[in-house]
């Protein structure tokens, strides 16, 4: 191939560029003869008698990037990619359901996975080769893509009869993977040994779990809370605490433009891999919101408030949706929009700032940032604190409030200068999910911080995803891109969504979110739930079939749709008093139990819900008027205590047929005692006399909890 023909094959587009996937659209100008996922790809495979060759990775996925570079934009590669295979790209964030079989198949065939994942199969979908990342040429033991596909073109034509007996296996080995038996229903003996398990690999010095690298997990935390609150131990908040303190600190933390990066690439949280996913900024906010309620301490309250205002700015769509990610590289390099020289800090700032920035931020002239590869340090400085505001003020003998006023006015120059730069690619897609997470953390901030703006911005996305992403027949689209698709919604859908529905009820105490949490809840039992073994599939019983109908359970770096599901149920259940929901929670934790109980660190997000079963839980009704003083007050005082295991059901006072009758039946006679806000306390709807009395209620819930956990 001449140049002239090279160049116009790499500017050729290929069947990607009618997709809406941002990942797709990257690729769509490769000379890869490329195929989205469609029968049409599959057929062309069966008619040419080919392999397929499955690429899976998302927008924002550094790696991608390189192996893109290196091979899918390489005309050697191409050409022998198209001679050998039918190639079909996919979307994980679009296609979740096909990146999780596959992604199963990786870790059976490798013991690990990643993206970008590489599968090789049979035209009928069936799997015999696994990996993940694979540079052009043999690399320090790992196979290059010109030789891998010399080995497969080589054993698909002369050996076929073990290529698809072992495609067999392997998926038969899939199918194995689950469903499981149900186990014995957990109790407060797996919440003992998961927060062992989670003690023992804590790192004292740098907070986290584990060693390089560190993922957030907040949920980790989230369920650390609840054995704090249970066991009275200090040293499940002290893991919280310092966990919270050290990332906020670190480079993981954006110090200009606020909102964590994907994760630490190191033990001490400060080289980060530099991408932000929108599911992180909402379950590390939630978190944070959560710490602020059991502490009380201001900087976790500020923590969540500044990855708000990072959402708000650069993540949500004008029509109030949020979008899914920013990258990690701009300008063909990960970080380079979030590095600093020390010559770039001093021309920004002026001589004090710049000495003070200097100082603060741990930046200097030969740079804190070495190159992943080589470890050569480039002059450029990864921001992050190793003190906190208050004891710097001190050591430098400046005022607090003078301090953060000057810190302030340092942060707004930076990110001034830095919006000068070239931003790193923005995933704009709308995930229905994701969505969720986001509006649960609004919504929950809204409630905590007494904050209805922030409840506006989740009521705006909630609006948005109902409103464009909701079928007439009540079930729910995955995504939206400058227009929606027709991709079914996954389990996460639901269950995430119903979950920040639930919580926009208890911001806003709008009726119609919990109809629609309770219309979302009644779908997702008809069109997910195993009615024979329990637990939910991953995908309805009217999605696209594969080769395997999976349940998720374990919480990794989301937690899974099944907890949160188990979650929502039980929530709803103590709001309607419908046992039956609270019954198929409890059936969904058994069908799980055994998985469970081999590692009970890995399901945090379901341990939870055990803690809400095994109790104490409260269901508590305030009556009242909204618009008055007493009712604010009262329900304030609810929301920023840490109350673990509880629902807050709101009544209009003196109305003799409120709304919430409709629901919740047993409200109806729950009303206010002479037009003053009134409290009901209830356990498993078991109430304590009504009070009008703040403290009164307050002191009933303290003494309840601590009775039934010191028992």
Not at 580 to 603: C, D, K, M
């Amino acid at each position: 191939m001449n140049e002239k023909e090279t160049k116009n094959k790499k500017t050729s587009s290929n069947r990607l560029k009618k997709s809406r996937s941002p990942y797709l659209l990257q690729h769509a100008q490769n000379p890869v003869d490329w195929y989205p996922w469609d029968e049409e790809a599959f057929a062309q495979a069966k008619k040419e008698n080919k392999p397929i060759f499955l690429s899976i990775g998302y927008s924002t996925c550094h790696w991608c990037h390189v192996m893109a570079h290196e091979s899918f934009e390489d005309s050697e590669v191409a050409r022998m990619m198209n001679e050998s295979f039918v190639s079909i790209k996919v979307d994980r964030e679009e296609r979740p359901d096909i990146d999780n079989i596959y992604m199963t198949v990786c870790q059976i065939m490798t013991g690990s996975g990643g993206w970008p994942l590489t599968i090789i199969m049979t035209p009928d979908k069936k799997p015999f080769f696994a990996g993940t990342y694979i540079p052009k040429h043999n690399s320090y033991g790992r196979i290059g893509m010109i030789e891998l596909i010399q080995r497969i073109d080589d054993v698909w034509k002369n050996r076929r009869d073990d290529v698809e007996q072992s495609a067999d296996q392997i998926t038969a080995g899939v199918s194995a993977a689950g469903p499981w038996e149900p186990g014995p229903e957990l109790g407060l003996e797996i919440l003992k040994v998961a927060y062992s398990q989670l003690e023992s690999s804590f790192d004292d010095t740098n907070g986290g779990f584990g060693s390089a690298p560190k993922f957030p997990s907040p949920h980790n935390l989230i369920f650390l809370l609840k054995q704090w609150k249970r066991f009275h131990g200090d040293k499940a908040l002290d893991m919280v605490e310092k966990t919270l303190q050290e990332m906020r600190k670190g480079g993981i933390y954006d110090h200009v433009g606020f909102g964590f990066h994907r994760y630490s690439t190191d033990s001490r949280w400060f080289l980060p891999h530099f991408e932000k996913m929108l599911y992180d900024q909402a379950l590390m906010a939630y978190a944070f919101i959560e710490a602020f309620q059991a502490t009380g301490k201001t900087e976790y309250k500020d923590t969540a408030e500044e990855i708000f205002k990072y959402v708000k700015r650069d993540m949500t769509d004008p029509a109030g949706g949020f979008y899914s990610a920013e990258d990690a590289d701009s300008e063909g390099e990960e970080g380079k929009f979030y590095l600093w020289t020390k010559n770039e800090l001093s021309k920004v700032l002026e001589d004090r700032d710049a000495e003070l920035a200097l100082r603060v931020f741990n930046a200097s002239a030969t740079g804190n940032y070495a190159e992943e590869a080589t470890g050569r340090k480039t002059g450029d400085n990864i921001l992050h604190i190793s003190k906190s505001f208050e004891q710097h003020a001190e050591e430098m003998k400046i005022p607090l409030d003078e301090f953060e006023k000057r810190m302030k006015n340092i942060r707004d120059k930076l990110f001034d200068h830095r919006e000068l730069r070239e931003h790193p690619h923005k995933d704009d897609k709308i995930l229905t999910d994701w969505n969720g997470l986001m509006i649960a953390a609004f919504a929950k901030g809204s409630q905590v911080f007494d904050n209805p703006n922030l409840a506006e911005v989740a009521v705006r996305a909630a609006d948005f995803i109902l409103g464009t992403m909701k079928n007439d027949d009540g079930s729910l689209l995955h995504l939206y891109r400058k227009e929606k698709s027709n991709q079914t919604g996954f389990i996460d859908d639901y269950a995430f969504m119903i979950w920040g529905l639930l919580e926009l009820y208890e911001a806003t105490f709008e009726i119609r979110f919990l109809d629609e949490a309770i219309k979302l809840q009644e779908y997702l039992i008809e069109h997910f739930w195993d009615f024979h073994d329990g637990g939910f599939y991953f995908t309805s019983d009217e999605s696209e079939q594969l080769i395997h109908r999976s349940k998720e359970i374990y919480d990794g770096a989301i937690p899974s749709g099944n907890s949160v599901s188990a979650l929502n149920l039980i929530r709803l259940a103590r709001i309607t008093a419908k046992t039956e929901w609270e019954e198929i929670s409890r059936q969904l934790t058994r069908a799980f139990a055994n998985q469970v109980e081999r590692y009970p660190a890995g399901n945090t997000m379901l341990l939870t819900v055990v803690d809400y079963m095994v109790g104490p839980s409260f269901e508590i009704v305030i009556s009242g008027n909204l618009e008055k003083s007493d009712t604010h007050e009262m329900i304030m005082a609810l929301r920023q205590k840490y109350i673990p295991n509880r629902v807050i059901i709101f009544r209009r006072g003196m109305d003799d047929s409120p709304e919430i009758v409709k629901y919740a039946k047993y409200t109806r006679e729950q009303k206010s005692i002479g037009e003053k806000a009134t409290a009901y306390v209830c356990q498993n709807f078991t109430c304590s006399l009504p009070t009008t009395d703040v403290k009164a209620m307050l002191e009933t819930l303290e003494e309840t909890y601590q009775a039934a956990t010191t028992s």
